[in-house]
T-cell receptor
Framework: DAGVTQSPTHLIKTRGQHVTLRCSPI?????VSWYQQVLGQGPQFIFQ???????GRGNFPDRFSARQFPNYSSELNVNALLLGDSALYLC?????????????FGDGTRLSIL | RKEVEQDPGPFNVPEGATVAFNCTYS??????FFWYRQDCRKEPKLLMS???SGNEDGRFTAQLNRASQYISLLIRDSKLSDSATYLC????????????FGTGTRLTVIP
């Protein structure tokens, strides 16, 4: 079975642009979470979605938004990109999104802002 | 104060050595605890969950001390393939399954 898949793998943007990152969870998993990992730091939580509803939101500005589709795939959108948005964006899926459920990560999208 | 704090290392140990990593967490309401492993420029991978009674998986032993808000990972008989960054991870249990990661501890096992 395929694991969590993310696209694109790499992306280069300039300040002020917007970006859409995509994620397909493990088959059968209904919850998707997004994390941002800046070089030298651990991943930081951005959003969790379960059954197309936002279940949790981290401490990120409104420029960050996300949604989940009926097939449980998800998109992360970032508007008005800043240099500080350069990071590895990770998507993780879990079966039901319940507390304590192990999360399985995709390979990530490496976003560079010039 | 950070939600999860770890010694960033690096830890450089010879093959066959035993190495221990520690971390502390700040929120006493935290409910779930994990160790993840992350190889350079790769995604984090779940190594093991951590239970109050302590748990072992082969050469890896994890311990949780809720009173001290302290989590540990012990690796016995280190292998070259154990070289990676080890991330201490905590879930607050407030409804969302959002994980709080430490900055990670870098381990290099030397031949």
């Amino acid at each position: 079975d395929a694991g969590v898949t993310q696209s694109p793998t790499h992306l280069i943007k300039t300040r002020g642009q917007h970006v859409t990152l995509r994620c397909s969870p493990i088959s059968g998993h209904k919850s998707v979470s997004w994390y941002q990992q800046v070089l030298g730091q651990g991943p930081q939580f951005i959003f969790q979605y379960y059954e197309k509803e936002e279940r949790g939101r981290g401490n990120f500005p409104d420029r960050f938004s996300a949604r989940q589709f009926p097939n449980y795939s998800s998109e992360l959108n970032v508007n008005a990109l800043l240099l500080g948005d350069s990071a590895l964006y990770l998507c993780a899926s879990s079966f039901s999104g319940g507390v304590g459920q192990p999360q399985h990560f995709g390979d990530g999208t490496r976003l560079s802002i010039l | 104060r950070k939600e999860v704090e770890q010694d960033p290392g690096p830890f450089n140990v010879p093959e066959g050595a035993t190495v221990a990593f520690n971390c502390t967490y700040s929120n006493s309401a935290s409910q779930s605890f994990f160790w993840y492993r992350q190889d350079c420029r790769k995604e984090p991978k779940l190594l093991m969950s951590v239970y109050s009674s302590g748990n072992e998986d082969g050469r890896f032993t994890a311990q949780l001390n809720r009173a001290s808000q302290y989590i540990s990972l012990l690796i016995r008989d280190s292998k070259l393939s154990d070289s990676a960054t080890y991330l201490c991870v905590v879930n607050r249990g407030t409804g969302a399954n959002n994980l709080f990661f430490g900055t990670g501890t870098r381990l290099t096992v030397i031949p």
